[in-house]
């Protein structure tokens, strides 16, 4: 067995999905993570990285109304992050602040910037632009893409445009693109869908059933990776989206999400129900240039792009996050609610 | 005698230094040379100073030393004397006889000059005599010379005269070499004299070279007479300035048009080569194309060759209409390889051109047609090389799809298995077919192939690399795996029978376990060579890789067959999370159908397993050992089961989650993802499992009111009956049931499980029912 026990722990109470890096916090390595539980009180978890990389601290415990089903933490704001929570009947989804000198009170209590509340079916995600300050925020439900306008020194948001993407499209997640603040993927029932926030319009798809999970390559533009139940993990070039550029064989059972790295180009984190985490290096050559099938290529091809696979989980791993200050470290967070901070850094030099 | 020789040769000595001291032009090179001690006491030596010498003397010595020394001076100087005198008498002696020696030359000259004198004389009278014959003769003969010219010519115009009735002799005769030999002689005469004096006559041999060109050109062209006489025509016509050149055109024309005839269609190839056979049996039936074929090239080759001799010097053109027509052999068979070709019969069209080749290359060495027909030969070789292994591709191929066109009913006979057998004895059968021709082209004998020998030995082994591995690659795309033809998942399972993928992975177990080492077997017995020379990195066929090729391939193909598999069901269970708002379910009435659903895409499964692959041999071993290792796991899971069964109060829910974490941890891992095996059980299994996890995952994604809960504790309840039935790792099984149990408890706002009575009369209720249905379906 890999990836024994290297990683550093944290537990929460509950049960949990959704793990996020904190990037606009400069100074240290911070997660935000929260619970989902039906019948408990939920928590969000601010958790942060020692310095010495050796210790996972937990620096702020605040109380969230219901279970949560997403979390994203704000790019530029650090005290700022939007969740999808539910009541087991319906959905909801806003905008917190992490209130200040929240150390000294003995409950803090989140602030609600601005609740979401324009869907009416099951919210997926609240997708932040990944690349800077945006005001704008997109949420998803099954069926309709909604852009906001936030404003957080007023508190309020508001809904810019909305599109629907067909009853018979319901939507399960999506990404926004780093490299245009216009387009956003979302996945959906049988396709990936393209957005374009200008215009409000869907502008192209990818049609490949199943799609769980979807990430832009934050270094390369036109780079997308998707996550599938049976089939694996596939890197897009969205100029010619018809075939992926190259296929990475996921997992035992589904894959449930995939990360590319914020700072090495072609390293890729997905994690499944397999209980486990891998760690792909999805080689740009073979992307560039598949179409020459000489023998040498072949048989660099035949390299295997599984750098390690993490397996010390108890169950499957829905979360999954990427420092954007430490690149080389990752967040998972399997569903009994165990966080396990790691480091791929003894695997860096092999690229 | 010794001390009297040493001061006789000091003597001797002395007196020829004296002696050359008296020649020598510079006196102090000979004393510097000579003498041995020059110092002062050297009285020999030029520097000597006597006044010096004396006083040295006085000073140094005493009165008996000094005279002794005047007595020994005195003795030397007396020497000296004598010695001169003798020189003196020596040198007079040979003046002596030179002046005799020089008397006598004086008196024999002497009456030397009279001799000459009448000599000359004689000289003069005999010339003089001499040009009065030559002047007396002169006349006569300018007269004689005259005479002879003058008869020279007559005779010239005689020949000329004489010249159309020698040449229509010559006709007759056929002598044409004469009369033509005759006509040039005559030409330059009549040339000048024939518009005057010799008209007549010129006009009448005209007549007769004409008729002389007009014969020779029918006998250039007939081609009846020998060659020999055929090539002295040519020569003829052109010593009579008849334009040859378009003769030549002509004959060359002549010769392509022949060409056409030769060429070995590729229509016309097959029965060619069947009629070669034959004609082992009837050997004197030159009926047959093959002979008929030969006796063409061989006439074409005479052709040639007699065009060869007639016009020397346009090889060039020849050269060029050899080449096309080996050109057009290698071409046209290049061609016929395109059809499905035996080697034998490839071996007997290449025999046929090789002797074609051959023909023509004694005809025309120069040509270099064995090296421009061995090139073609390797390129045509090598494509048949390869040819032979994409038909053998093709074949297999074929033989995978020719059985998949009606898929539905694939699973209920025992399709799989028929294609299965089918493919696995068209692989073995096809690549020891190859093998068989291939070793025919090796022990062909013609002469290009024992020089090729190693080439292709590198080439087959080569092919029989490419073909694995285009192979495996071909079976990735008849798998649907990779995406060559870009589908969409749904749309490409749908095209792609889940069967095929199945039949597909045990091939490639088949290919890597048997048909490798057979390959790798033959290779070594009979296409071993070559390696070195023509292949520089390491041998081309590499049986060690091709193996792991095709391990990986066969795990990916069974993967894949898994994953689509489960795929289907994972569609299914979709749909059925999907549809219904389990929030506001209502009681549950009966097991949902969607479980029928799942068995019966199991049941498929199984079916499809057994028809393809084999049974685990330690399956009873197996169980045992899960059960040694696992009865605490799902003992201990099934009593936190009825423990939550029985606590339904939701306040204790909490509680409840951390003994699940509790007995998680102290549980041992069941191992769910375990690698899959080729074994009926072990792919039964797999595909039992992920379907589970995959119902579990779904489960978590939803919200349960009660009777939704209910409904999904019914299903899974009627589930565990013929999934333990049907699968090896009851305990892998019953936890991952639990599982679901649990997500779906653990999602649920209101955990009441129906009572055990109940949940048993449903049961017994929906199996009573598909009893029926079964009973129903069976009787229709």
Known sequence: MQGGSSGIGYGLKYQARCISDVKADTDYTSFLTGTLSLKEENEVHLLRLSSGGSELICEGLFSHPNEIWDLASCPFDQRIFSTVFSTGESFGAAIWQIPELYGQLNSPQLERVASLDAHVGKINCVLWWPSGRCDKLISMDEQNIFLWNLDCSKKSAEVLSKDSAGVLHSLSGGAWDPHDVNAVAATGESSVQFWDLRTMKKVNSIEHAHVRGVDYNPKREHILVTAEDESGIHVWDLRKAKVPVQELPGHTHWTWAVKCNPEYDGLILSAGTDSAVNLWFASASSSDDKTSESPVESTRQRVNPLLNSYTDYEDSVYGLAWSSREPWVFASLSYDGRVVIESVKPFLPRI | ?780
């Open chain 2, 1 to 780: 005698m010794a001390t009297e020789a040493a001061p006789m040769d000091e003597k001797a000595k002395r007196m020829r230094d004296l002696l050359s001291s008296f020649y020598a032009p510079d006196p102090s090179i000979s004393t510097s040379g000579s003498s041995i001690n020059a110092s002062f006491d050297n009285i020999n030596s030029t520097s000597f100073d006597a006044d010096q010498y004396m006083d040295l003397m006085i000073k140094k010595s005493n009165l008996e030393v000094l005279l002794q020394r005047h007595v020994q001076m005195a003795a030397e100087i007396k020497n000296l004397d004598t010695d001169l005198q003798m020189l003196v008498y020596e040198n007079y002696n040979k003046f002596i006889s030179a002046t005799d020696t020089i008397k006598r030359m004086k008196s024999n000259i002497f009456g030397m000059e009279g001799n000459m004198d009448q000599l000359l004389q004689k000289i003069m009278s005999v010339q003089s005599k001499s040009d009065g014959v030559n002047t007396s003769l002169f006349e006569k003969r300018e007269h004689i010379e005259k005479l002879h010219r003058t008869r020279n010519l007559l005779r010239k115009v005689q020949f000329i005269y004489d010249l159309p009735a020698r040449l229509q002799k010559c006709i007759k005769s056929e002598a044409y070499g004469d009369a033509v030999r005759f006509y040039t002689g005559a030409m330059p005469i009549l040339k000048v004299y024939g518009d005057t004096s010799f008209q007549d006559c010129r006009r009448a041999s005209e007549e007769a070279i004409e008729i002389i060109i007009k014969n020779l050109q029918t006998k250039l062209f007939s081609d009846s007479e020998s060659i020999q006489a055929r090539a002295e025509a040519a020569v003829l016509l052109k010593q009579l300035d008849v334009p040859v050149d378009s003769l030549k055109a002509k004959l060359l024309e002549k010769l392509e048009q022949s060409l056409d005839g030769l060429q070995i269609k590729p229509e016309e190839a097959s029965t060619l080569v069947e009629d070669d056979d034959s004609s082992n049996d009837t050997e004197s039936n030159d009926q047959h194309p093959a002979k008929i074929h030969e006796d063409a090239v061989r006439g074409f080759s005479e052709a040639i060759r007699a065009y060869r001799e007639i016009f020397p010097d346009s090889e060039e053109r020849l050269f060029k209409l050899a080449r096309a027509l080996t050109a057009m052999h290698f071409e046209y068979m290049e061609l016929y390889i395109k059809k499905r070709v035996s080697a034998a019969d490839f071996l007997g069209i290449f025999r046929i051109v090789w002797e074609d080749v051959v023909l023509m290359d004694e005809v025309l060495p120069e040509a270099a047609l064995s090296d421009l027909s061995a090139e073609a030969a390797q390129v045509t070789l090598k494509q048949f090389v390869a040819r032979m292994f994409s038909h053998l591709q093709q074949d297999i191929s074929d033989t995978l799809l020719k059985f998949d066109i009606n898929q539905k009913e694939a699973v209920e006979g025992e399709l799989l298995k028929v294609v299965l057998e089918a493919s696995q004895k068209a692989v073995l059968q096809g690549t020891t077919n190859i093998f068989q021709d291939f070793r025919q082209l090796l022990d062909e004998k013609t002469g290009i192939f024992i020089k090729m020998k190693d080439l292709i030995s590198g080439w087959i082994q080569k092919g029989s690399q490419d073909f694995f591995r285009s192979l495996e690659a071909q079976f990735l795309v008849l798998s649907g795996k990779t995406s060559s033809s870009n589908d969409i998942e749904g749309k490409s399972s749908d095209k792609i029978h889940a069967g095929l993928i199945l039949v597909l992975a045990q091939l490639s177990v088949f290919i890597e376990q048997k048909v490798i080492p057979r390959v790798t077997e033959e290779i070594a017995a009979s296409f071993s060579g070559g390696n070195s020379q023509a292949f520089e990195n390491g041998p081309a066929f590499i049986p060690g890789e091709l193996c792991r090729v095709f391990h990986a391939a066969s795990e990916k193909l069974l993967q894949h067959y898994i994953d689509t598999r489960t795929q289907k069901v994972s569609v299914l269970l979709r749909k059925r999370f999907k549809t219904p708002n389990w929030v506001k379910h209502k009681e549950p009435r009966e097991v949902h159908m969607y479980v029928d659903m799942f068995l019966h895409e199991l049941e498929e499964v199984g079916k499809e397993v057994k028809q393809v692959l084999p049974q685990g041999t330690f399956r009873k071993h197996k169980r045992t050992d899960s059960n040694g290792s696992n009865t605490t796991t799902s003992s201990r899971s099934n009593t936190l089961h009825n423990d939550k069964m029985a606590r339904s109060n939701s306040q204790r829910a909490r509680s409840q989650l951390f003994e699940t974490h509790l007995a998680k941890l102290f549980k041992q891992k069941v191992e769910i993802f375990t690698k899959v095996e080729f074994t009926q059980e072990s792919v039964v299994t797999t595909t039992v499992k992920l379907c589970l996890k995959s119902l579990q995952e779904y489960v978590r994604l939803q919200t349960f009111n009660r009777s939704g809960f209910q409904q999904i504790q019914l299903d899974i309840q009627f589930l565990k009956a013929p999934l333990k039935e049907a699968v090896e790792d009851e305990a892998a099984i019953d936890f991952l049931l639990d599982e679901v149990i649990v997500a779906a408890s653990e999602r649920c706002l209101d955990v009441i499980p129906l009572e055990p009575p109940i949940l048993d009369k449903l049961i017994q209720a929906k199996l009573a029912k598909s009893k029926e249905h079964n009973n129903n379906t069976v009787s229709s």
